[in-house]
């Protein structure tokens, strides 16, 4: 960096001498000029070191301004000996040349100006580029605490989802108990536990293969049969391709649930619920669709009070922002409702795992 100042000088001296009567060769027009300059490459890393520890801003503290007054001096002090000790090495006498020290004081207070800049430019670019640092530092510590707000915010929604599920399952088991069904009762114990050890397994993980998510989501629908019995028949529709496609873990319980308990619970007869996963371009659909009454008058999906929806609706937003997408609607002209979720299309590593990278 220094050698582009000192190549200018070097240049200006040599031209200006082939004005003269005396015109220097090259190299020593660039031997005069070049050690002179170069006393700024040391100096450089403690100029900087020196910026950061004494910071020019507004308002401006004396303890700052003088200390950069100083050093700038100091920097023109030393300059004007190396350009003195070089000019008198390598350029031509002169008439009636002063005393050493003489000459050196000419050589700062005639170069001084230029320091002054040169200083200034050093100061400034370092101030720059540790802002620029600071800024960077500034946003990654922010990406680091969105992502960490966001972890935290799923592990309370997801929190918030294990109970809920847990508590409705035992409730179905303890009405069994009572109506001395034992037998059923006992299977659904069975089921619930092997549910539970899955989930612990997964641990605090938001994002499971779509065929993990089916495997539990099967189970609970078998407790889910003994509870109803005939009266529910499940027909799943879930494409083999898609099965490593990651989703929220326990995405579809909460849909399952709800059109059991809106839908098929709703019906006198037997009822149907059907769990379709296909790929759409580069999107995963899954829908659970149910043959119940429907969705009430008025209903609106934003303002549902249900913690099965509201919860599914703030995973979504937390994992994926808009490129997830949650519906609840009635077929046109039929009965029944349809739960449709739309992710992107993955089958890479969890959202924690892509977080620490």
Known sequence: MWTVPATLAALETYFFSRLGSQPLPLWRAFASQLPAWYVWVPATPALVHLSRRLRLGLPLEARAVGGHLAACVGMGGVFALAYTLCHEAFMPPMANMPPLPLLVLRYWMGWMPMMG???????GVAAAADS?????????QAAALSVQLAEARLQALQTQLHPHFLFNTLNAIVVLVREQETDTAARMLVLLSDIL????????????????????LSRYLEIQQLRFQDRLRVDWDVDSGVLD??????VLQPLVENAIRHGVSMRSAAGALRIRARRRGDELELTVADDGPGLPAGFDLESSPGIGLSNTRARLAQLYGDAGRFSVASPPGGTGTVAT???????DAPMQERARG
């Open 132 to 140: 620029q640092r600071r800024a960077r530092e500034n946003e990654r």
């Open 341 to 347: 979720l739309l992710l992107p299309l993955r089958e």
């Open 117 to 123: 800049m040169t200083y200034a430019a050093v100061v």
């Open 245 to 250: 496609a990651r989703v929220p873990n326990l």
């Open 197 to 216: 050890r899955r989930l612990l397994q997964q641990g605090a993980t938001q994002e499971v293969p779509l065929r993990d998510e089916v495997s539990v």
